[in-house]
């Protein structure tokens, strides 16, 4: 016996109508999409299968919903991989090639995995599946990286229509294995690793992160136009010496937030090691005679050109080394270094959060837990001032 449904709507001035049909047949549902304008007429089938007249049915329904809402894909066929494909192409056109290959690694996993999957049929379990697999080896920060791209990818799909909702936003990313937890120098380890500094090309460089917190992708693209040594005791109120935080390494030049463009007062012993870096820079300059690029950059390579960022950690192992220090430090500990120094030293973590331009206390709360040394002290303080005699 067979089942059929049938239903018509009008939209337009031009009727348009949708039929769909179960025949009695089993596992087997065309839906058939008619449309008349102007007198003239166009369909495209659509088929769905399954191994229940109920389940075709209700695929039939879930199809009918589709067209209501406009979505469709040229072949009905529209992939995970396909999905990804295209936001990976016009979601990250211009960005970093970092940026593009970090996310392209990310996605590499549900490629493999369900990338024939067709985009519609794809479900919250078989992107958990994939996420779960990652987490078994990878770290939870790839784990997150992993889900922020994939979910990002089938967003862009939803809005082109090729999907009704969003199924990684359902899922809740696994925690990964853990990876190396971030180290801080104490305040010995820094005066010998800046002892060790003295006399490499580098040693401005460790000494200006370490004692302002600056990220390494901000000072590998400090310029001299940026950086006042001198200041201004004259003003009113006076100008100290400083620098201007406002590029980074990235694409464009920006820095990482809005609120990373700040200007920092340079500590005394920055100021110095600035001011013998600048002149040892222009000895580089005389000797590289021709060959030296005028890009004004504060940190370069002996002929001018920005620091390459292998060149950076090879140069600050040498450093770690020579400070007995061993080799397993990354610049980037620098700026971990300055956070626990501040904390330890009783600075608020407001004070800290506007220090390393970030968007707001939570930020340096979660990035920096460990370097972290929170004392409560007001309510003590406070009792103390009651309860005084």
């Known amino acids: 016996m067979d089942l059929a449904t049938t239903r018509s709507t009008s939209t337009t001035p031009a009727t348009a109508a949708t039929h769909a049909t179960i025949?009695?047949?089993?596992?087997?549902?065309?839906?058939?999409?008619?449309?008349?304008?102007?007198?003239?007429?166009?369909?495209?089938?659509?088929?769905?299968?399954?191994?229940?007249?109920?389940?075709?049915?209700?695929?039939?329904?879930?199809?009918?919903?589709?067209?209501?809402?406009?979505?469709?894909?040229?072949?009905?066929?529209?992939?995970?991989?396909?999905?990804?494909?295209?936001?990976?192409?016009?979601?990250?056109?211009?960005?970093?090639?970092?940026?593009?290959?970090?996310?392209?690694?990310?996605?590499?996993?549900?490629?493999?995995?369900?990338g024939n999957k067709v985009l519609r049929e794809l479900t919250a379990q078989d992107v958990r599946r994939v996420l779960t697999d990652i987490a078994a080896t990878?770290?939870?920060?790839?784990?997150?990286?992993?889900?922020?791209?994939?979910?990002?990818?089938?967003?862009?799909?939803?809005?082109?229509?090729?999907?009704?909702?969003?199924?990684?936003?359902?899922?809740?990313?696994?925690?990964?294995?853990?990876?190396?937890?971030?180290?801080?120098?104490?305040?010995?380890?820094?005066?010998?690793?800046?002892?060790?500094?003295?006399?490499?090309?580098?040693?401005?460089?460790?000494?200006?992160?370490?004692?302002?917190?600056?990220?390494?992708?901000?000072?590998?693209?400090?310029?001299?136009?940026?950086?006042?040594?001198?200041?201004?005791?004259?003003?009113?109120?006076?100008?100290p010496p400083h620098v201007a935080v406002w590029r980074s390494v990235r694409a464009h030049g920006d820095t990482k937030t809005e609120k990373s463009r700040r200007t920092l007062r340079l500590p005394e012993r920055a100021v110095t090691a600035l001011r013998t870096h600048r002149a040892q820079q222009a000895s580089q300059r005389l000797l590289a005679g021709d060959q030296w690029h005028d890009l004004g950059m504060v940190f370069s390579s002996s002929v001018g050109t920005p620091l390459d960022a292998a060149n950076v950690r090879r140069a600050f192992k040498k450093i770690t080394n020579s400070a007995g220090l061993g080799d397993n430090w990354k610049p980037l500990e620098l700026r971990t270094s300055f956070v626990s120094l501040m904390s330890g030293s009783g600075v608020p973590v407001e004070e800290i959060a506007r220090l390393v331009g970030h968007t707001s206390t939570r930020t340096t709360e979660v990035v920096y837990r460990r370097e972290l040394r929170p004392v409560i002290t007001t309510g003590a303080e406070v009792m103390d001032k009651i309860f005084a005699g």
């Open 23 to 114: 025949r009695g047949a089993p596992g087997a549902g065309v839906a058939w999409c008619r449309s008349a304008a102007g007198g003239t007429a166009s369909g495209i089938r659509r088929k769905v299968g399954g191994r229940t007249k109920q389940e075709v049915k209700d695929k039939l329904e879930d199809l009918h919903a589709d067209l209501s809402a406009g979505i469709s894909a040229p072949n009905g066929r529209y992939t995970v991989g396909q999905a990804i494909d295209d936001w990976l192409r016009d979601d990250l056109q211009g960005r970093a090639e970092k940026t593009v290959t970090l996310n392209r690694g990310a996605l590499k996993p549900f490629l493999d995995r369900i």
């Open 138 to 239: 990878r770290s939870s920060r790839t784990v997150v990286v992993a889900h922020n791209a994939i979910e990002r990818a089938i967003r862009h799909a939803e809005a082109n229509d090729y999907v009704r909702r969003n199924v990684a936003s359902l899922v809740r990313p696994p925690s990964g294995q853990p990876g190396r937890p971030s180290k801080s120098l104490t305040l010995e380890q820094a005066m010998t690793l800046m002892a060790a500094a003295e006399g490499s090309p580098l040693g401005a460089y460790v000494v200006l992160c370490l004692l302002t917190g600056i990220r390494a992708e901000e000072a590998k693209a400090l310029t001299w136009e940026h950086v006042d040594l001198d200041g201004d005791p004259t003003a009113v109120p006076p100008i």
